[in-house]
């Protein structure tokens, strides 16, 4: 599996580190406030699971699962596959995102979840690759775990056609992995 890993952006331990100070940050900012986080399948289930056994305070889970990507070219279209579980209105709800690459797909999920009239909803993303931001994405990112630079990664949730999200770090995929 290692073979068209070109380098390690992100050990385990840097991961780790980093997402205990998310989840400490947020644990600070709402307590008391029973936060939904809906965490946006499938890349983010590895930072999803970390940061919440980390998170100390009361929250609750749920997910939805767009498709918008397929390889690694983004189409910049987007489909709701699965939405939300629970009403959401009136709550405090943070998304949680893998990476916030082109915009496209965060962008599309938060409009998605403003609509149904949150009392507070924010963006926490693990990878951030500015470089990439696409025209018209309005959308920031209110809490970060790493800028990256722009170079396609895998692991940690993060797949090329679906192998590699099992890896406990961020690598960068070698090019001949997907040009051939
Ligand atoms: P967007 O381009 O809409 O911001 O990102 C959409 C999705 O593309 C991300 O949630 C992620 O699943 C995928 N993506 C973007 N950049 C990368 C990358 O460098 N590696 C991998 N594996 N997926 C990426
Ligand atoms: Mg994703």
Not at 6 to 12: D, F, K, P, Q, Y
Not at 85 to 110: K, W
Request: aromatic residues 12%; glycine residues 6%; charged residues 20%.
């Amino acid at each position: 599996m290692l073979e068209n890993i070109s380098r390690v952006l992100l050990t385990e331990e840097q991961i780790q580190t980093r997402v205990k100070e998310l989840a400490a940050q947020l644990s600070a900012e709402y307590a008391g406030k029973n936060p939904i986080f809906v965490g946006v399948l499938k890349g983010v289930v590895m930072f999803y699971a970390d940061f919440l056994k980390y998170f100390t305070e009361h929250c609750q889970m749920d997910f939805m699962w767009i498709s918008s990507y397929a390889g690694t070219v983004s189409t910049g279209k987007a489909i709701v596959k699965q939405d939300v579980s629970q009403d959401i209105r009136g709550r405090h709800v943070v998304i949680l995102e893998d990476i916030f690459d082109t915009g496209n797909s965060l962008q599309f999920t938060y409009n998605h979840l403003l609509a149904k009239e949150p009392a507070s909803l924010k963006i926490c993303t693990l990878l951030d690759k500015p470089e990439r931001r696409v025209p018209g994405i309005t959308v920031k990112a209110d809490y970060t775990g790493f800028v990256i630079p722009n170079e396609f990664v895998v692991g940690y949730g993060l797949d090329f056609n679906e192998q590699y999200r099992n890896l406990p770090f961020v690598g960068v995929l070698s090019p001949e992995a997907y040009e051939k």
